[in-house]
Structure formats: structure tokens, C-alpha cells
């Protein structure tokens, strides 16, 4: 069964780091694109990072670029997300996200971000 | 940025009834190559999103076929034909047609 399992979240104090990993299992991560998706509590879901199947090619929202950075490493089947520079509103559940053809079919559980003093 | 506005925000229904959420964007979602990347996702409370419709209107695997999707262009239409207990939740519509990808405000069907 095609399993996304993200970790690493916690609580951080502002203007902190935090690095996320996702790992994938079940299914050909190396050939999939793979994403970042987020949902701060109680709103609506914001994609925030895109990285393609060999790592090549990245894409990030405004909002968090030049402080984010996406990774994968297909050897261990596994996708990170570098957050530095932390605020308040990076406060979210993250989810690990499959891209397939161009829609989002595979999630992970998400993995929580608190950003507070 | 393409803004993907959806409406209604609630959407009280009653079981066995239909529903429809409606959602347009703020340009055109065809893409260079022919397709539209719209798609149409499902959260119940306290899990991740789920993939019901991808590109306008095909249903995911395991989908009942009381859920579909139709548009094209800048307006697109997700239609519950009999609500059942399950539906609940809220639904988002989502565009992949262009970085960065932006989703809906998201519709809350609730049971009346």
C-alpha cells in the first residue's frame, strides 16, 4: 500500500529551524513529483513546494521562498523540507503530498509546526 | 497567481438530497498541452485531504459515482447527486495548470 508518513515538527520559537522528512513507501518515488502542502489551524490549504522526480527542477509559494528549501533523496525514499527563518504564521500541520498528473492523489498524515515564544 | 474562488462557503444539505459546490478561477486553467488541471479534493475533520476528481471530471479510484465534476475554462462544478452521512466535510478545488498551484477557500458541507 502507497504510505507518505511526514515527521520532524514541533514547537520553535520565532526566527527558528525546523527540517521536516517524509518518508515514502508502496510505490516508485523516484519517478514522482512530490509536494509540500499546508493547512494552519483552522483554515484552508496552501501549497507551498514542488520538487520533480530527479530533484532537477524545484518550485515555491512567495510566502516561504528564500526561507524554505525542498530536498529528496530517491535512494532512501525520502523527501525533507528546510524551514528556516520562522514566523507565527508558518504555525501549520504540513503535509507531504504525491503529484500525479498534475493533481494531488497520495497524502501523508501531516506532521505539526508550532512557531511561538 | 490564478485565484480559485468557490461558492458557497457552507452548504447545509440534507441526506439524500443533491449539492453543488461551484468554483472559478480567475483565468483560464487550459493548459499548453491541450488539458485543464482542475481538481477536486475532500477533508473530513481531523485527516488529510482526499482526491476525488482530477483534470474537470474524472473520479479517483474508489469514488462513488454519485460524485462528479464538469466545466471547463474558468468555471467548474462539483455535484453530489444523493448526500449521504460520509460527504460531510469540506471540499476544495485546486489548480495545477500553472505554479504556484492554489486551491480554493474551501466549501463545508454540513447535514441540515
Known amino acids: 500500500e502507497a504510505q507518505l508518513v511526514a515527521s520532524g515538527g514541533g514547537l520553535v520559537q520565532p526566527g527558528g529551524s525546523l527540517r521536516l522528512s517524509c518518508a515514502a513507501s508502496?510505490?516508485?518515488?523516484?519517478?514522482?513529483?512530490m509536494n509540500w502542502v499546508r493547512q494552519a489551524p483552522g483554515r484552508g490549504l496552501e501549497w507551498i513546494s514542488c520538487?520533480?522526480?530527479?530533484?532537477?527542477?524545484?518550485y515555491y509559494a512567495d510566502s516561504v521562498k528564500g526561507r524554505f528549501t525542498i530536498s529528496r533523496d530517491n535512494a532512501k525514499n525520502s523527501l525533507y523540507l528546510q524551514m528556516n527563518s520562522l514566523r507565527a504564521e508558518d504555525t501549520a500541520v504540513y503535509y507531504c503530498?504525491?503529484?500525479?498528473?498534475?493533481?494531488?492523489?497520495?497524502w501523508g498524515r501531516g506532521t505539526r509546526v508550532t512557531v511561538s515564544s | 497567481d490564478i485565484v480559485m474562488t468557490q461558492t458557497p462557503l457552507s452548504s447545509p444539505v440534507t441526506l439524500g438530497q443533491p449539492a453543488s459546490i461551484s468554483c472559478r478561477s480567475s483565468q483560464s486553467l487550459v493548459h499548453r498541452d491541450g488539458n485543464t488541471y482542475l481538481s477536486w479534493l475532500h477533508q473530513r475533520p481531523g485527516q488529510p485531504p482526499r482526491l476525488l476528481i482530477y483534470k474537470i471530471s474524472n473520479r479517483f479510484s474508489g469514488v462513488p459515482d454519485r460524485i462528479s465534476g464538469s466545466g471547463a475554462g474558468t468555471d467548474f462544478t462539483l455535484r453530489i447527486s444523493r448526500v449521504e452521512a460520509e460527504d460531510v466535510g469540506v471540499y476544495y478545488c485546486m489548480q495545477a495548470t500553472q505554479f504556484p498551484r492554489t486551491f480554493g477557500q474551501g466549501t463545508k458541507v454540513e447535514i441540515k
Open positions: 503530498v504525491r503529484d500525479w498528473y498534475w493533481s494531488f492523489d497520495l
Open positions: 520538487i520533480t522526480n530527479s530533484g532537477s527542477t524545484i
Open positions: 508502496g510505490f516508485s518515488f523516484s519517478t514522482s513529483w
